[in-house]
């Protein structure tokens, strides 16, 4: 009978312990709180950092840098996860390099929009495309429809022209404040050489004088690029008489230098870019020994070598789940699919009316039915969706924003994960919100054909359609997928079973297009999907076939597979922070060993730490029981037989 007891009394202490096991798990949460808070600043960190020219600005310091100020600023709007935007920052960093002798005039800025904390700037701008260039003069200040002047090109050479343009353009009352703003006032038929130099600073030695050509800006550009040598003044001559009378003319000598006794002397440069004239003139004064402003030294290096690219060895991790199952479905993914779009994407939008509010409606309709989120997740959308539907004419994306972060407080916790797993890249800039977007309405496109709740087989393809052009933060992404969609005929897929390979081989063409572009991450290659080595049977004919054209499918395998892969059951919840939001699943036990792969080292050590109490509990409790058992009753088997 004590032995029974005692054998009760450690079972109960296992089970106290599993508790306590329990609760330290439960600790967990503490953890992923401070993820969410993080995750809209520090995982995307923007294409820009501090390395490069081009100045980091975010809702913190927009107003301080851009409103009522005495120098220029030019501001690119952009998605991280925008290719468009990916490709052309390169181009954007040498631009701001090149012009960073322009910067106490015009400071050259960009605004990461997929930033969470920048939703405010980004729909206050009323930003429509990705990336987008607005200049904003010095005293500028936003007001009904006045958002600063959009740059229409992407071209270096041209952002330069029309910048050069806008700032020339300024009222020169407005820049009075600003001591290195140059005088863009043409200089005339009345204008001497000592008059010239009336009320200029001692310093200035010299004016250059600099014929522009009509529609030209190459003075204007000169002018910027010479701010920082105080001995120069720069002024621009596009009369031709004028011109004549100071010596330069408009074939050759287009380029003067005038001192204070009255003697010019003209220079005939080699090419008639402005970068070949501020050269002439720098030289010229190099060799006089006059020298730049010390700042201008100061502001060229300041590099630091911290690389901001790397991940550490939990991204590793990963990285390495994810390669070992190639085409796995993460559950992860998709609610980063839908934190972004709530969050982020349809919060920027100033006004959502009209198609757009529909497209909203259908898209919060259809995520209700094919919900991948835990029970409050359900809840969530559900009142979200009906929230909108209240709305005939428009809503604001700052109501929507309101509302979310209303209900997201009422139902919280709402995600079980803050990182994107599946759709990870191997560098800061790859990846992301695009590919956890395709999963998401892959995901709802299976959803719908194993769910009698419609049957509208355009349903989901109809609502990502509507997201896409309304909302998706990547504008030529947009453009592409309505020009496929029609191409593709679209509103004629006949049933869901249709819509999903519909998608599948949409898909697939976008994968084809984007092959070996800049954007495509070298760990993650663009091929056709599903590959051979994931679906063999997915093939026709043999493995010999090079060309994506020529692959001849088996619609049916794939069709089966992908069915297979988005299959609830099998969504993989490998790296979630909580699972316990969501709904349990025959694969639970196996993910959860998966998951300890994810926790810190602290929980891994606070895991074998009670593994290890849990063992000597188990030696004490037997030791005490069969010792005490063999002393009262001799016969071991006794004592198995009662167990
Ligand atoms: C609607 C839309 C249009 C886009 N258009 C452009 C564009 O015009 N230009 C541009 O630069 N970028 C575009 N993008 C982004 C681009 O398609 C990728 O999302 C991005 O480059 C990231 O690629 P990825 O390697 O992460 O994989 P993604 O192509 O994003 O794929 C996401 C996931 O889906 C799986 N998958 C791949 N192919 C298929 C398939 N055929 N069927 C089912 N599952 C598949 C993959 O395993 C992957 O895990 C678009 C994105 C979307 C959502
Ligand atoms: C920035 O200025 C705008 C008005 O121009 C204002 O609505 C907004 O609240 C300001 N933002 C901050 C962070 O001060
Ligand atoms: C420049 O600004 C001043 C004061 O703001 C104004 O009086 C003047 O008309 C403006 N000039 C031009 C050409 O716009
Ligand atoms: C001078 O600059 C300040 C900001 O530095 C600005 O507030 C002020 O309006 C400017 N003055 C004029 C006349 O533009
Ligand atoms: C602009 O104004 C600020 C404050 O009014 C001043 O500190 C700064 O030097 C000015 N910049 C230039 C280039 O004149
Ligand atoms: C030159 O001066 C005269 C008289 O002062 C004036 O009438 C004329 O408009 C001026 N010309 C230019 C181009 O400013
Ligand atoms: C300058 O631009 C205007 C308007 O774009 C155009 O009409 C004119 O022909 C151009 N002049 C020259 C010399 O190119």
């Known amino acids: ?177 600003n001591s290195f703003w140059p005088n863009f006032q043409q200089v005339t038929d009345n204008d001497s050489a000592s008059s010239l130099f009336e009320g200029l600073s001692s310093q200035r030695e010299y004016i250059a004088l600099v014929y522009e050509p009509e529609n030209s800006t190459v003075a204007i550009e000169t002018a910027l690029f010479l701010l920082h040598w105080p001995a120069v003044q720069v002024r621009i001559v596009h009369d031709a008489a004028t011109a004549e009378k ?81 085409h796995f479905v993460y559950q992860a993914d998709l609610e980063q699919a839908i934190r972004t779009v709530l969050h982020n994407e349809v919060p920027k939008i100033n006004e959502i009316s009209g198609e757009r509010l529909l497209a909203l409606q259908r898209f919060l309709a259809v995520l209700q039915r094919y919900n991948p989120l835990g029970a409050n997740g359900q809840e969530l959308v559900a009142k979200l969706s009906s929230f909108v539907v209240q709305f005939n004419q428009q809503i604001t994306g700052k109501q929507f924003e309101q509302e979310l972060q209303r209900l997201e407080h009422q139902y919280s916790p709402i995600y079980s994960s803050t990182q994107f797993i599946g759709c990870a890249g191997s560098q800061q800039h790859y990846r992301g919100f695009s590919c956890s977007l395709w999963t998401l309405f892959h995901y709802m496109t299976v959803q719908a054909a194993q ?35 029609s191409r593709r005929k679209i509103w004629s897929v006949p049933s869901k079973e249709e819509a999903i390979l519909w998608l599948w081989q949409a898909h697939n063409e976008v994968n084809q297009r984007l092959a070996g572009d800049s954007t495509e991450d070298p760990e993650f290659p663009k091929t056709q999907f599903p590959t051979r080595s994931s679906c063999a049977q997915c093939y026709r004919g043999p493995s010999s076939t090079t ?77 005490l029981f069969a010792f005490k058992g063999y002393r009262k009753k001799p016969y071991g088997h006794d004592l198995l037989g009662k167990v």
Request: aromatic fraction near 10%; proline fraction near 4%; include cysteine.
């Open 451 to 485: 769910n009698d709740q419609s049957q509208d087989p355009l349903e989901v393809l109809q609502a990502m359609h509507g997201y896409i052009k309304g909302f998706f933060g990547c504008t030529d992404c947009a453009e592409h997928f309505q020009a496929m969609a």
């Open 1 to 177: 009978m004590i032995t029974q007891r005692r054998a009760q009394v450690a079972l109960l202490k296992v089970q106290l312990i599993l508790l306590i096991a329990n609760l330290a798990t439960a600790a967990v949460p503490g953890r992923y709180e401070a993820l969410m808070k993080q995750q809209s600043t520090d995982e995307d960190m923007g294409l820009y950092s501090v390395e490069d020219k081009v100045f980091i600005m975010t809702s913190a310091n927009f107003n301080e840098t851009v409103l009522e100020q005495n120098r220029s600023v030019l501001v690119e709007f952009y998605n991280t996860y925008c290719g468009h935007c990916r490709r052309f920052a390169p181009i954007y960093k040498a631009v701001a390099e090149q012009l960073l002798p322009w910067r106490d005039v015009v400071l050259i800025s960009a605004i990461d929009c997929a930033a969470e904390e920048n939703n405010g700037v980004c729909r206050m701008y009323e930003v429509m495309g990705y990336p987008t260039m607005r200049y904003m003069g010095p005293g500028f200040q936003p007001g009904v429809k006045q958002y600063g002047q959009n740059l229409q090109t992407q071209n270096p050479d041209e952002i330069r022209s029309q910048l050069a343009k806008f700032v020339a353009a300024e009222n020169q009352t407005a820049t009075t404040n």
């Open 246 to 326: 100071f010596k330069i003319d408009t074939i050759q000598n287009k380029l003067a230098l005038i001192d204070r006794k009255g003697n010019a002397t003209p220079f005939a440069p080699s090419e008639e870019t402005s970068d070949s004239y501020s050269k002439t003139i720098e030289d010229f004064l190099r060799a006089h020994h006059f020298t730049p402003r010390p700042e201008l030294i100061e502001t060229a290096h300041s590099t630091s070598s911290e690389k901001l690219n790397e991940f550490g060895a939990e991204h590793k991790k990963i990285i390495d789940e994810v390669h070992r199952n190639k």
């Open 547 to 623: 060309s994506h054209l020529d692959i001849s499918w088996n619609k049916d395998a794939v069709l089966g597979f992908l069915n297979n892969i988005y299959n609830p059951e099998f969504i993989s919840r490998y790296g979630l922070q909580r699972e316990e939001l969501l709904h349990a699943t025959a694969e639970k036990l196996r993910q959860k060993r998966q998951i300890a792969n994810v926790f810190s080292d602290i929980d891994m050590r606070m895991g074998m730490l009670l593994y290890g109490f849990c063992i000597v509990m188990m030696v004490i409790a037997f030791k």
